[in-house]
Protein backbone atom coordinates (compact mmCIF):
# COMPACT_ATOMS: atom_id res chain seq x y z
CA UNK A 1 0.00 0.00 0.00
CA UNK A 2 1.37 3.14 -0.49
CA UNK A 3 1.08 6.17 1.41
CA UNK A 4 0.54 9.93 -0.31
CA UNK A 5 3.16 12.17 1.57
CA UNK A 6 2.08 14.86 -1.01
CA UNK A 7 -0.37 15.41 -4.26
CA UNK A 8 -1.21 18.07 -6.49
CA UNK A 9 -2.42 18.31 -9.98
CA UNK A 10 1.28 18.21 -11.66
CA UNK A 11 2.99 16.44 -8.51
CA UNK A 12 2.80 13.60 -6.24
CA UNK A 13 5.15 12.19 -3.55
CA UNK A 14 4.43 8.24 -2.86
CA UNK A 15 5.70 6.17 0.21
CA UNK A 16 5.84 2.45 0.28
CA UNK A 17 6.56 1.15 3.74
CA UNK A 18 5.47 -1.96 3.81
CA UNK A 19 6.49 -4.22 0.97
CA UNK A 20 9.12 -6.65 2.19
CA UNK A 21 7.79 -9.15 4.26
CA UNK A 22 8.02 -8.87 8.15
CA UNK A 23 9.82 -11.79 8.83
CA UNK A 24 12.66 -10.22 10.97
CA UNK A 25 15.17 -11.37 8.48
CA UNK A 26 15.44 -8.15 6.49
CA UNK A 27 15.42 -4.51 7.62
CA UNK A 28 12.32 -2.77 7.09
CA UNK A 29 12.92 0.10 4.29
CA UNK A 30 11.00 2.48 2.38
CA UNK A 31 10.78 2.89 -0.90
CA UNK A 32 9.51 6.60 -2.95
CA UNK A 33 7.89 7.63 -6.20
CA UNK A 34 7.94 11.03 -7.10
CA UNK A 35 5.95 12.18 -10.09
CA UNK A 36 5.82 15.58 -12.23
CA UNK A 37 4.11 16.10 -15.01
CA UNK A 38 4.10 12.60 -16.28
CA UNK A 39 7.44 12.25 -15.57
CA UNK A 40 8.87 10.38 -12.62
CA UNK A 41 11.51 8.49 -10.27
CA UNK A 42 11.99 6.20 -7.82
CA UNK A 43 14.36 6.76 -5.03
CA UNK A 44 15.95 4.54 -3.08
CA UNK A 45 14.25 1.17 -4.88
CA UNK A 46 15.32 -1.29 -2.59
CA UNK A 47 16.67 -4.28 -2.63
CA UNK A 48 14.98 -7.96 -4.78
CA UNK A 49 12.57 -8.57 -1.98
CA UNK A 50 10.82 -5.52 -2.42
CA UNK A 51 11.31 -5.28 -6.44
CA UNK A 52 7.86 -7.01 -7.24
CA UNK A 53 5.63 -5.39 -4.73
CA UNK A 54 7.02 -1.62 -5.95
CA UNK A 55 6.93 -2.44 -9.53
CA UNK A 56 2.96 -3.32 -9.41
CA UNK A 57 2.07 -0.87 -6.34
CA UNK A 58 3.82 1.41 -8.81
CA UNK A 59 1.86 0.64 -11.93
CA UNK A 60 -1.17 1.69 -10.13
CA UNK A 61 -0.34 5.14 -10.17
CA UNK A 62 1.97 5.54 -12.81
CA UNK A 63 3.62 3.72 -15.87
CA UNK A 64 7.35 2.30 -15.58
CA UNK A 65 7.86 2.72 -19.13
CA UNK A 66 7.98 6.88 -18.07
CA UNK A 67 10.00 6.37 -15.22
CA UNK A 68 13.16 8.78 -15.70
CA UNK A 69 15.16 8.15 -12.80
CA UNK A 70 16.43 5.01 -10.73
CA UNK A 71 18.13 8.07 -7.34
CA UNK A 72 20.49 5.96 -5.02
CA UNK A 73 21.30 7.92 -1.91
CA UNK A 74 24.44 5.42 -1.91
CA UNK A 75 24.69 1.72 -3.04
CA UNK A 76 24.08 -0.58 -0.24
CA UNK A 77 21.99 -3.75 -1.09
CA UNK A 78 18.49 -2.31 0.81
CA UNK A 79 18.78 0.78 -1.78
CA UNK A 80 19.80 -1.00 -5.18
CA UNK A 81 20.00 -4.54 -4.99
CA UNK A 82 17.30 -4.58 -7.13
CA UNK A 83 19.36 -2.90 -10.37
CA UNK A 84 18.89 -5.40 -12.76
CA UNK A 85 15.23 -6.01 -12.82
CA UNK A 86 14.70 -2.49 -13.15
CA UNK A 87 17.67 -1.90 -15.59
CA UNK A 88 15.37 -5.07 -17.40
CA UNK A 89 11.61 -3.74 -16.73
CA UNK A 90 12.16 0.03 -17.50
CA UNK A 91 13.15 1.59 -21.15
CA UNK A 92 15.05 4.35 -20.47
CA UNK A 93 15.61 4.95 -16.41
CA UNK A 94 18.84 6.05 -15.15
CA UNK A 95 20.72 5.24 -12.43
CA UNK A 96 21.68 8.64 -10.36
CA UNK A 97 24.26 7.35 -7.63
CA UNK A 98 27.38 9.22 -6.22
CA UNK A 99 30.32 9.30 -8.69
CA UNK A 100 32.08 7.05 -6.24
CA UNK A 101 29.48 3.94 -6.46
CA UNK A 102 29.07 4.74 -10.45
CA UNK A 103 31.28 2.19 -10.85
CA UNK A 104 30.64 -0.15 -8.41
CA UNK A 105 26.72 -0.83 -8.99
CA UNK A 106 27.01 -2.68 -12.35
CA UNK A 107 28.17 -5.38 -10.55
CA UNK A 108 24.44 -6.00 -9.30
CA UNK A 109 23.33 -6.14 -13.27
CA UNK A 110 24.29 -8.43 -15.57
CA UNK A 111 27.06 -7.45 -18.36
CA UNK A 112 25.71 -4.26 -20.53
CA UNK A 113 22.64 -3.89 -18.17
CA UNK A 114 23.93 -0.81 -17.18
CA UNK A 115 25.08 1.06 -20.41
CA UNK A 116 24.70 4.40 -21.00
CA UNK A 117 22.65 4.17 -18.56
CA UNK A 118 24.12 5.55 -15.27
CA UNK A 119 24.58 9.49 -13.71
CA UNK A 120 27.64 9.65 -11.61
CA UNK A 121 26.86 12.65 -9.19
CA UNK A 122 29.66 14.61 -8.01
CA UNK A 123 30.63 15.19 -4.48
CA UNK A 124 29.33 18.67 -4.50
CA UNK A 125 25.56 17.52 -5.95
CA UNK A 126 23.08 19.20 -7.78
CA UNK A 127 19.86 20.26 -9.29
CA UNK A 128 18.45 17.32 -11.41
CA UNK A 129 15.49 18.08 -13.93
CA UNK A 130 11.93 16.09 -13.56
CA UNK A 131 9.73 16.97 -15.44
CA UNK A 132 9.27 21.06 -15.03
CA UNK A 133 10.75 20.69 -11.37
CA UNK A 134 14.05 19.90 -10.05
CA UNK A 135 15.25 17.44 -7.88
CA UNK A 136 18.25 18.95 -5.64
CA UNK A 137 20.65 16.52 -4.90
CA UNK A 138 22.25 17.82 -1.32
CA UNK A 139 25.96 16.32 0.11
CA UNK A 140 25.17 13.83 2.69
CA UNK A 141 28.48 12.34 2.64
CA UNK A 142 29.70 9.70 5.58
CA UNK A 143 25.78 9.49 6.66
CA UNK A 144 26.81 6.70 6.65
CA UNK A 145 28.28 5.74 3.39
CA UNK A 146 31.22 7.67 1.67
CA UNK A 147 29.51 8.84 -1.47
CA UNK A 148 26.00 9.55 -0.18
CA UNK A 149 23.26 11.95 -0.83
CA UNK A 150 20.09 13.45 -0.21
CA UNK A 151 17.27 14.55 -2.07
CA UNK A 152 15.35 17.97 -1.77
CA UNK A 153 12.12 18.45 -3.32
CA UNK A 154 11.32 21.95 -3.71
CA UNK A 155 7.34 21.10 -4.24
CA UNK A 156 6.72 19.28 -1.59
CA UNK A 157 9.58 20.68 0.73
CA UNK A 158 10.19 16.70 1.52
CA UNK A 159 13.82 15.87 2.54
CA UNK A 160 14.60 12.37 1.63
CA UNK A 161 17.21 11.56 4.32
CA UNK A 162 18.70 7.43 3.42
CA UNK A 163 20.17 6.29 6.52
CA UNK A 164 19.45 9.60 8.52
CA UNK A 165 16.74 9.60 10.87
CA UNK A 166 16.29 6.44 10.03
CA UNK A 167 14.31 4.03 13.16
CA UNK A 168 14.05 0.70 13.89
CA UNK A 169 10.06 0.14 13.99
CA UNK A 170 7.80 -2.45 11.63
CA UNK A 171 6.48 -1.12 8.18
CA UNK A 172 3.16 -0.14 9.77
CA UNK A 173 4.63 1.97 12.26
CA UNK A 174 6.88 3.79 9.69
CA UNK A 175 3.64 4.93 7.71
CA UNK A 176 2.66 7.00 11.09
CA UNK A 177 4.49 10.73 10.92
CA UNK A 178 6.53 11.63 13.72
CA UNK A 179 5.85 15.27 15.59
CA UNK A 180 7.08 14.71 18.58
CA UNK A 181 11.06 13.86 19.04
CA UNK A 182 11.81 12.98 22.08
CA UNK A 183 9.96 9.48 22.31
CA UNK A 184 11.24 8.92 19.13
CA UNK A 185 14.86 8.79 20.18
CA UNK A 186 15.26 5.61 21.50
CA UNK A 187 14.11 4.10 18.13
CA UNK A 188 17.01 6.15 16.17
CA UNK A 189 19.92 6.63 18.76
CA UNK A 190 21.75 3.02 18.45
CA UNK A 191 21.38 2.79 14.85
CA UNK A 192 22.89 6.65 14.34
CA UNK A 193 25.38 6.10 17.21
CA UNK A 194 27.00 3.17 14.79
CA UNK A 195 26.46 3.68 11.29
CA UNK A 196 26.79 7.50 11.51
CA UNK A 197 30.56 8.26 11.01
CA UNK A 198 31.40 11.52 13.05
CA UNK A 199 30.00 14.14 15.08
CA UNK A 200 31.75 16.53 12.47
CA UNK A 201 29.93 15.31 9.47
CA UNK A 202 26.53 15.77 11.41
CA UNK A 203 26.76 19.30 12.30
CA UNK A 204 28.37 19.94 8.94
CA UNK A 205 25.13 18.55 7.22
CA UNK A 206 22.71 19.89 9.95
CA UNK A 207 24.25 23.45 9.04
CA UNK A 208 23.33 23.28 5.43
CA UNK A 209 20.36 21.30 5.97
CA UNK A 210 18.73 24.21 8.66
CA UNK A 211 19.27 25.94 5.28
CA UNK A 212 16.52 24.29 3.63
CA UNK A 213 12.64 24.93 4.27
CA UNK A 214 11.51 21.66 5.03
CA UNK A 215 7.92 20.14 6.06
CA UNK A 216 9.01 16.38 6.31
CA UNK A 217 12.41 14.74 7.04
CA UNK A 218 11.36 11.52 5.32
CA UNK A 219 14.29 8.47 5.92
CA UNK A 220 14.43 5.62 4.22
CA UNK A 221 14.46 3.05 7.30
CA UNK A 222 10.94 3.68 9.54
CA UNK A 223 8.65 7.25 10.03
CA UNK A 224 9.07 10.71 8.59
CA UNK A 225 9.88 13.35 10.64
CA UNK A 226 6.86 16.06 10.16
CA UNK A 227 6.56 19.89 11.56
CA UNK A 228 8.86 22.73 12.22
CA UNK A 229 9.11 21.72 15.84
CA UNK A 230 10.11 17.88 15.15
CA UNK A 231 12.13 18.82 12.62
CA UNK A 232 14.00 21.63 14.85
CA UNK A 233 14.18 19.08 17.32
CA UNK A 234 16.20 16.33 15.09
CA UNK A 235 18.41 19.12 13.86
CA UNK A 236 19.39 19.99 17.80
CA UNK A 237 19.86 16.12 18.70
CA UNK A 238 22.02 15.26 15.53
CA UNK A 239 24.70 17.95 15.81
CA UNK A 240 24.84 16.94 19.89
CA UNK A 241 25.19 13.24 19.21
CA UNK A 242 28.45 11.47 19.01
CA UNK A 243 29.06 8.31 16.89
CA UNK A 244 30.76 6.31 15.01
CA UNK A 245 34.84 6.94 14.77
CA UNK A 246 34.16 9.65 17.78
CA UNK A 247 32.78 6.42 20.30
CA UNK A 248 35.85 4.21 19.08
CA UNK A 249 39.31 3.86 20.01
CA UNK A 250 42.07 1.17 21.03
CA UNK A 251 39.46 -1.06 22.66
CA UNK A 252 37.38 -2.03 19.44
CA UNK A 253 40.11 -3.14 17.71
CA UNK A 254 41.56 -6.23 19.75
CA UNK A 255 42.42 -9.40 18.21
CA UNK A 256 39.02 -11.13 19.04
CA UNK A 257 39.25 -14.33 21.27
CA UNK A 258 35.27 -14.99 21.41
CA UNK A 259 34.24 -17.96 19.19
CA UNK A 260 31.49 -17.58 16.99
CA UNK A 261 29.03 -20.68 16.78
CA UNK A 262 27.79 -21.29 13.24
CA UNK A 263 24.67 -22.99 14.98
CA UNK A 264 23.37 -19.97 15.92
CA UNK A 265 21.90 -17.36 13.14
CA UNK A 266 19.06 -15.63 14.36
CA UNK A 267 19.11 -12.55 12.28
CA UNK A 268 16.46 -10.42 14.70
CA UNK A 269 19.04 -10.83 17.16
CA UNK A 270 21.70 -9.87 15.45
CA UNK A 271 19.80 -7.09 13.70
CA UNK A 272 19.07 -5.49 17.55
CA UNK A 273 22.36 -5.83 18.69
CA UNK A 274 23.48 -3.19 16.18
CA UNK A 275 20.07 -0.97 16.09
CA UNK A 276 20.74 -0.94 20.08
FE1 LIG B 1 22.91 2.15 4.10
FE1 LIG C 1 19.40 1.68 4.55
Not at 206 to 212: E, F, N, T, W
Not at 240 to 267: K, S
Amino acid sequence: MSIELYRDKQHACLMFTDLIEEDGQAVQANQFLVVDSGTGAVIDPGGNLAFNELYLSMSRHFSPQHLSYLIASHADPDIIASLDRWMTSTPRAKLVISRLWARFAPHFTKVGKTEDRVIGVPDAGGLLPLGKSELWLLPAHFMHSEGNFHFYDPISRILFTGDLAASMVSGAEASRPVTDLAPHIARMEGFHRRYMVSNKILRLWARMARQLDIAMLVPQHGAPIVGRQAINDFFDWIENLMCGVDLFDDRAYQIPTARIDPAINDTRAQLRAVSR
